[in-house]
């Protein structure tokens, strides 16, 4: 893989905000479980998402894409698929994929993926899908992928799922909930994480017609059928942050267009920390408008948003004082261990770092320049580009293309932001 070089400094100026991914993975699967056909708009094309694509074909759907406009043509009925599904190295459709492939009609489903995908937790949703009356195992029987799950459909009923590791064990058995036998009644256990993304989960199934009931901690799905969807996928929050970061660190005017503020997004919440960090920002419809201010430590509790974890650490080393991020044990089970691994490359830079068991406490002062390795991890090798623009000499970061399992037009937005870069082999 090539290198980047990020050399000091940003113009600013104005871009689109890249597709949310978290929506178009969900608007698939959807598709993919409707009665009808399913025209969803403005999907984003980053790796993870066309893990998600592939998966919608092996199970026997057909679609076609023109640009970024995704048509789906849903089987009567869904199919095992006639080789390994691999999801690569996406997180959400190992999970997603796991719970549907319970409703094929006939056969097994075989599902694994590459990497720290293989490091993913299984197990309590492969239990819930057992409570279920679904069939699913792990083939090492750890808990871990790669993961078998027998076809023949789920009866439904009543199933505790723990969701103390993550909100895509939920989000999965929502997705298949109108299609069991039964419906189902879903009862959280442990402290669920990132609620935010369950909340998601629901909209676009109630957009397709489903009927979901949430009481405290309990989520009752009727039985039905998925219509249709129609669908436009707005702009990503969590993945703008980096851009919002960027400008901030450098005292730039950055406009970012094409956000939904109405649809529920779990990083939206980008905003109010970047404010907290002494950001000036300003919302205007589908407009966020970020400029330069004069960065401070805070303390901030990320158990709904971990993904925001990595922009608030691109942020920190050049804040006042100490920032303190807390309530994110589940960042160490995504690509990498993101909090050991942004505690260690960090510190290459002469930031000091103090890393905890649910967090990081780091303090702003002086960013050297360095060689930082992002560990296979999109959203670090995004973080440590943000942190090349801002430090004193030039930040090398490994593994270009990497930032594609998320954001493919990253680089060229910077680029297009006056950002001075260098790819290098």
């Not at 709904?304 to 991020?325: H, K, M, Y």
Request: a positive charge; proline letters at 5%; glycine letters at 12%.
């Amino acid at each position: 893989m090539a290198d980047l070089i990020v050399y000091p400094g940003l113009k600013g100026g104005e871009v689109w905000a890249p597709p949310s991914k978290s929506y178009s993975h969900r608007a698939l699967a959807i598709s993919l479980l409707s009665s009808d056909d399913s025209e969803i708009h403005n999907v984003s094309m980053c790796n993870d998402v066309k893990a998600t694509l592939r998966a919608v074909k092996m199970l026997g759907a057909k679609y076609e894409i023109k640009g970024h406009d995704v048509r789906v043509k849903p089987p009567s009925d869904l199919k095992a698929p006639k080789d390994v599904l691999n999801v690569g190295m996406s997180g959400t459709t190992l999970r997603f994929m796991t719970a549907i492939a319970t409703l094929v009609k006939r056969g097994y489903t075989v599902i694994t993926g590459r990497g720290s995908t293989l490091r993913r937790p299984m197990q309590p949703l492969l239990k819930a899908l057992r409570d279920m009356g679904g069939w699913a195992i792990s083939s090492k029987l750890d808990g871990y992928p790669p993961i078998i799950v027998k076809g023949e459909g789920i009866e439904g009923g009543r199933a505790v799922v723990d969701c103390s590791l993550s909100s895509q064990f939920l989000s999965s058995l929502l997705l298949i909930s109108p299609l069991s036998k039964e419906g189902s009644e879903l009862v959280v256990s442990g402290r669920l994480v990132s609620k935010p993304y369950i909340d998601m989960t629901i909209t676009v199934m109630e957009l397709a017609g489903a009927s979901v009931e949430v009481e405290q901690d309990t989520y009752c799905v009727n039985r039905g059928e998925y219509r249709g969807l129609r669908f436009r996928v707005p702009g990503d929050y969590g993945l703008c942050g980096f851009l919002m970061a960027a400008a901030a660190i450098t005292g730039r005017e950055l406009v970012i267009k094409g956000l939904n503020p109405l649809l529920p997004q779990a990083d939206k919440e980008v905003v109010n920390v970047l404010k907290l960090l002494g950001v000036e920002i300003k919302e205007q419809g589908d407009r966020v408008i970020v400029k330069g201010g004069e960065l401070k430590g805070a303390s901030l509790e990320l158990i709904n948003c971990p993904d925001l974890l990595p922009v608030v650490a691109c942020l920190a080393p050049f804040a006042r004082g100490w920032t303190e991020i807390r309530g994110i044990y589940h960042a160490r089970l995504k690509e990498s261990d993101r909090l050991a691994c942004l505690a260690s490359e960090l510190s290459k830079l002469g930031v000091q770092v103090k890393l905890l068991r649910d967090g990081l406490r780091i303090k702003g002062g002086t960013v050297k320049g360095g060689i930082l390795d992002p560990r296979g991890d999109h959203r670090l090798f995004m973080a440590f580009s943000v942190i090349g623009l801002g430090s004193r000499k030039w930040v090398r970061i490994g593994q270009v293309g990497v930032e594609s399992d998320s954001y493919p037009g990253f680089i060229n937005d910077l680029r297009r932001l006056g950002a001075s870069l260098e790819v290098v082999v």
